[in-house]
């Protein structure tokens, strides 16, 4: 029986983070050196936490399927990493960012977990300042910001359209210090499959060598996942092919709780489906709309090219619905607009499934010259892909799957319930809500790397000092790799005649249609009964050629989509459950007459939290109230 305790620090909300720091256990210098850690994943805040762990004096293992560190898939952020700073005097503060969040979340998070990640915002600029990055600066030599959606303040800081990138590659060249100083030791190409439970404690991991196809064994004091999130279960997504949920389910098949499946955040402006063949989108970023217009034609089904729709025959309708926030409404409130106006016959391009996003003002008032400096690259990328010159015509997006909110349980420390065991970066549920900012992404993922987990890791550490190394001859590594063995000789052996990427297709339009931006109780269960038929015809007809011994992309695809069924339906389960809408998640029986999302706080302010049960027995879920003290719990509005 699992029982939820978020183990939130006493004390003032500004006070919390640092009372509690001067209060944890300590692991000595010497002490450190007889610690392992294990951290999954390359990201920011894996590569973030592993390389400041063995600054520490920990020795630190480090797993990614890729090849490099380098191309874990933060190096695919755009627009930008919130802080506050306050540079450009407009009146930010830590509580305004922190405010900003939970209300663009809906309310639907921890008010402590928030305010800590604000409060370390601006440590993640400075040191990635430190570290070189080439953030934005204005003509003075500053460092420059912009706005970003469901905020009246500039705090981000960017990088042009490549702050993912050019943060990450900061990252790595702390990591490289540390696998040069020996504090840590680099397993590329490495895909985790299961965690180890020795004495109810998380003490290793089982992975697959992906190119020799071995599968080994890893032993640790603790284990860190900062795997990611899993909305590439919409097959369709702005995330990178390889990005999947398989490592944190195996944590939720071992006994770790999985918060707020449901909410998963719907981008506005990616650039929509070209073809049936596509397998990822592309994302065009948040930052566009500083300067873009986001329009539609007035009159329903019009054709016409649209420089040749003149402005009074436009419809600027976020502006028009939303004027105290204009085109930099949040992710969610974007996204529902764009369906609306879609599925009102408004929608433009061959399908009617897009809007434009215009640069003509900005470019008429301001000059080729500084829109390009801002988004240079993210214009030649459009162009690229669609062939349309945008600083002669609008852009065209429209709203696909993106990033995760839901994830991992985790408590104020950053441990799951399994002990030893933590979620960081968008791994876990923690800090976003039903609806992440824009830009809170990075900021999340470097503050749990750098500046949170290792200082809440140690009093956890500090009973292992005397344990020595974690054997990984004992029969709880055995049980695990067996049980790792025979899944894949079971989808091995299958010998059908589909591919795991036509299955995952198809699972993820169930989703899409079922539960993506728009979601009522009828759609819900039939998308539940169609994915469990999917399922059965999957482990009936799936075809993996090739060997296990060997470099195989198509047992790990396999691998990856047999868990996304698991995923899809509990997802569809918790959204099921919370009979409100909030945020990302929008339920159809439950709006206000303009249409916006209608919260229930009475019943539904809470953390869902759920407990698997067996693989053909229904999850049992668990709640965590929401309580909040240091803002007003209210409707939601921009406008």
Not at 43 to 49: D, E, H, M, N
Request: with cysteine.
């Amino acid at each position: 029986m699992q029982k939820l305790d978020s183990k939130i620090p006493e004390g003032p909300l500004a006070e919390k983070w640092s009372r509690y720091k001067a209060r944890l256990r300590l692991v000595s210098p010497a002490n450190k050196k007889k610690i392992e850690i294990i951290v999954v994943g390359t990201g920011l805040a894996g590569s973030g936490a592993a390389s400041a762990l063995g600054e520490l004096g920990y020795n630190v293992k480090v797993f990614c399927f890729q090849d490099s560190p380098r191309r874990a898939h933060s190096v695919a952020a755009q627009g930008g990493i919130n802080a506050a700073k306050n540079y450009r005097n407009d009146n930010d503060s830590v509580y305004r960012l922190f405010h900003d969040m939970v209300k663009g979340g809906d309310y639907r998070a921890r008010e402590s977990n928030v305010y800590r990640a604000a409060e370390v915002s601006n440590d993640v600029i400075d040191h990635f300042t430190a570290l070189g990055v080439p953030f934005a600066r204005d003509y003075g030599g500053s460092l420059d910001t912009r706005s970003f959606g469901g905020v009246q303040v500039s705090r981000t800081f960017y990088a042009k359209g490549q702050t993912g990138q050019q943060c990450l590659y900061g990252t790595y060249s702390s990591l490289n210090r540390q696998i040069a100083k020996g504090t840590v030791k680099m397993f590329p190409r490495r895909d985790m499959l299961d965690v180890v439970i020795v004495d109810g404690k998380a003490r290793g991991i089982i992975t697959r060598n992906l190119l020799t196809g071995e599968l080994e064994r890893h032993s640790a004091h603790a284990v860190v996942l900062a795997t990611g999130g899993y909305g590439t279960v919409f097959y369709l997504s702005t995330l990178g092919l390889g990005s999947n949920a398989s490592a944190a389910w195996s944590a939720y098949r071992k006994g770790a709780l999985f918060a707020n499946p449901s909410f998963i955040q719907i981008h506005p402006t990616s650039i929509p489906v070209l073809n049936e063949y596509q397998c990822k989108l592309t994302l065009m970023s948040e930052s566009l709309r500083n300067d873009g217009r986001v329009w539609v034609p007035k009159e329903q089904g019009d054709k016409r090219h649209p420089t040749e729709i003149p402005e009074e025959e436009r419809d600027y309708y976020l502006e028009r619905r939303y004027p105290a926030f204009g085109n930099l409404v949040p992710r969610d409130v974007a996204s529902r607009a764009a369906k609306e106006r879609c599925d009102a016959g408004y929608g433009v391009g061959d399908t009617g499934l897009s809007v434009y996003l215009d640069f003509k003002d900005a470019i008429e008032k301001q000059g080729k010259k500084a829109i390009r400096d801002k988004y240079g690259n993210l214009f030649e990328m459009y162009e690229k892909i669609t062939g349309i010159n945008p600083y002669n015509q609008p852009m065209r997006i429209y709203p696909a799957g993106h990033y995760t909110m839901g994830g991992l349980w985790v408590d104020y420390n950053l441990m799951t319930t399994i002990p030893g065991l933590y979620a960081i970066g968008e791994s876990n549920f923690s800090d976003h809500g039903a609806n992440r900012l824009g830009a809170s992404s990075l900021m999340q993922c470097c503050g749990d790397g750098y500046f949170i987990l290792p200082n809440t890791i140690s009093a956890y550490l500090a009973d292992d000092i005397r344990t020595g190394t974690i054997p990984t001859d004992n029969s709880a590594f055995e049980e695990a790799e067996k049980a790792v063995e025979d899944r894949i000789k079971r989808i091995m052996s299958v010998g059908g005649k589909e591919t795991a990427s036509s299955f995952h297709k198809r699972l993820g339009k169930i989703m899409w249609d079922h539960c993506g931006m728009r979601r009522d109780a009828e759609g819900l269960m039939k998308g539940v009964e169609m994915l469990k038929e999917l399922e059965e015809e999957f482990w009936e007809n799936i075809c993996v050629p090739g060997s296990t011994d060997d470099l195989n992309h198509e047992l790990e695809k396999a691998l990856k989509v047999a868990d996304f069924f698991e995923v899809g339906r509990l997802m569809c389960e918790d959204a099921l459950q919370r009979e409100e809408s909030c945020g990302a998640h929008f339920r159809e029986e439950h709006q206000t007459e303009t249409g916006e999302a209608k919260r229930n706080d009475t019943d539904f302010a809470y953390v869902a939290a759920w407990e698997f049960q067996g693989a053909k027995t229904e999850p049992k879920l668990h709640k965590e109230p929401l309580r909040f003290k240091y803002v007003e719990l209210k409707e939601r509005s921009y406008k």
